[in-house]
């Protein structure tokens, strides 16, 4: 069965500074990664996904993230924090092949202070 | 492109009444929709799994009788909530999966419908 954890239900960061968010998931197959982030009172808007190729994804709004088989993580990076990215940001795998659900983690609490 | 719209965003009804949501994918065709739950600073959990011109297929311990979701077109999914009681306030968020898109299993969401019953 596959999981995400997601390492510190909150981070608070000051502007400026570099933003980490934690994602580790369990597989038996090759998966598939995803970043949302969802702001309050929202839907979720897909930041990145990881599907084949390239480990390290690019998003948007500066964010990345790089795809490590060996220590199954998938985190989020963004080198420079802004007040607008203070949001829900949730990590998701699934299974590579289609028609899968998304496995979510259980989501991280991004704050920026000035 | 990739948007997904959700109405009505909130509403508010009296304990016993029927409520409707609506998912629509509108610029792409979805043949798969997906209805979720979130309590307040919670995780989404996944409901159901609407295929368009099939029967959903529900998580284990949601009521499908409660919770009839019909997915008619490639474009449109609804939710009903029937017979709606306090505990069923919630926040519900849609997704859609791009046919185009199938082999990534990307999602995109709606931007939820915020329901609280009386």
């Known amino acids: 069965a596959q999981s995400v954890t997601q390492l510190g239900s909150h981070v608070s960061v000051s502007e400026g500074a570099l933003v980490l968010l934690r994602c580790n998931y369990s597989?038996?197959?090759?998966?598939?990664l995803f970043w949302y982030v969802q702001y309050p009172n929202q839907g979720l808007q897909l930041l990145l996904k990881?599907?084949?190729?390239?480990?390290l994804v690019k998003g948007i709004n500066g964010f990345e993230a790089e795809f490590k088989k060996s220590e199954t993580s998938f985190h989020l990076t963004k080198p420079s924090a802004h007040m607008s990215d203070a949001a829900e940001y949730f990590c998701a795998v699934t299974n590579s092949g289609g028609y899968n659900k998304l496995i979510f983690g259980a989501g991280t609490r991004l704050a920026v202070h000035p | 492109g990739a948007v997904v719209s959700q109405h009505p965003s909130w509403v508010i009804c009296k304990s016993g009444t029927s409520v409707k949501i609506e998912c629509r994918s509108l610029d792409f065709q979805a043949t798969t929709m997906f209805w979720y739950r979130q309590f307040p600073k919670q995780s989404l959990m996944l409901m159901a799994t609407?295929?368009?011109?099939?029967?959903?297929?529900?998580e284990q311990g949601v009521e499908k009788d409660k919770f009839l979701i019909n997915h008619a077109s490639l474009t449109l999914s609804t939710l009903t909530v029937t017979s709606a009681h306090p505990e069923d306030s919630s926040f519900y968020i849609c997704?859609?999966?791009?046919?185009?898109?199938?082999?990534?299993?990307?999602?995109?969401f709606g931007p939820g419908t915020r329901l609280t019953v009386l």
């Open positions: 990881y599907t084949t190729g390239a480990t």
């Open positions: 997704s859609a999966r791009d046919v185009g898109q199938w082999a990534t299993d990307t999602q995109y």
């Open positions: 609407s295929n368009e011109g099939s029967k959903a297929t529900y």
């Open positions: 597989s038996s197959v090759p998966p598939y």
